[in-house]
Antibody, heavy 120, light 108 residues
Framework: EVQLLESGGGLVQPGGSLRLSCAASGFTFSSYPMGWVRQAPGKGLQWVSSISDTGGGTYYADSVKGRFTVSRDNSKNTLYLQMNSLRAEDTAVYYC?????????????WGQGTLVTVSS | EIVLTQSPGTLSLSPGERATLSCRASQSVSNNYLAWYQQNPGQAPRLLIYGASNRATGIPDRFSGSGSGTDFTLTISRLEPEDFTVYYCQQYISSPRTFGQGTKVEIK
């Protein structure tokens, strides 16, 4: 059974930093791209970042480019999101997602999410 | 960026009725790279449909997807109590991958 368990969320002041982690199990982690999708309170879904299976390719939404860094440790089956220069508009539940490719890469499994609140 | 517009915003129906949810794209979604997700309150989204019309593993056959180009539809043939929740469409043909704003299916 695929499991994605996020951690690291919490309350942080504007301009601060936070690192999210996602521990994966139930599949061959190193074979799949992974990513992060967020959802602001009461709002819709927004793709944040993706990373290739090897970690050699990283991709970001314009709204977080230059502030967030996605990485992975395939030896630990763990995905990370380093978030710097946080803003109030970054407040959201952050979901870890696994991608699959059956004709195009799409998210087939989601973690339960971790809440990030940016407020003074 | 491809903008996805879902309609209606809220759909009020009774259990057993048929639900038809629409997702319109601002540009053609090539290869039908469109997915549908279901999200219950306080839970993560769950993949229902990929490739516009393919049911994901374990999804009941009352859920079906159709469409191509810029117009896509999610149909729930007979609503069960657990189907009254929020649904999102998503395109994954171009970056950034984008989601619609959601359709809420509520009990009439």
């Amino acid at each position: 059974e695929v499991q994605l368990l996020e951690s690291g969320g919490g309350l942080v002041q504007p301009g601060g930093s936070l690192r999210l982690s996602c521990a994966a199990s139930g599949f061959t982690f190193s074979s799949y791209p992974m990513g992060w999708v967020r959802q602001a309170p009461g709002k819709g879904l927004q793709w944040v970042s993706s990373i290739s299976d090897t970690g050699g390719g990283t991709y970001y939404a314009d709204s977080v480019k230059g502030r967030f860094t996605v990485s992975r440790d395939n030896s630990k089956n763990t995905l990370y999101l380093q978030m710097n220069s946080l803003r109030a508009e970054d407040t959201a539940v952050y979901y870890c997602v696994k991608f699959t490719n059956v004709g195009g890469w799409y998210e087939d499994y989601w973690g339960q999410g971790t809440l990030v609140t940016v407020s003074s | 960026e491809i903008v996805l517009t879902q309609s209606p915003g809220t759909l009020s129906l009774s259990p057993g009725e048929r639900a038809t949810l629409s997702c319109r794209a601002s540009q053609s979604v090539s290869n039908n790279y469109l997915a549908w997700y279901q999200q219950n309150p306080g839970q993560a989204p769950r993949l229902l449909i990929y490739g516009a019309s393919n049911r994901a593993t374990g999804i009941p056959d009352r859920f079906s997807g159709s469409g191509s180009g810029t117009d896509f539809t999610l149909t729930i043939s007979r609503l069960e109590p657990e189907d009254f929740t929020v649904y999102y469409c998503q395109q994954y043909i171009s970056s950034p991958r984008t989601f619609g704003q959601g359709t809420k299916v509520e009990i009439k």
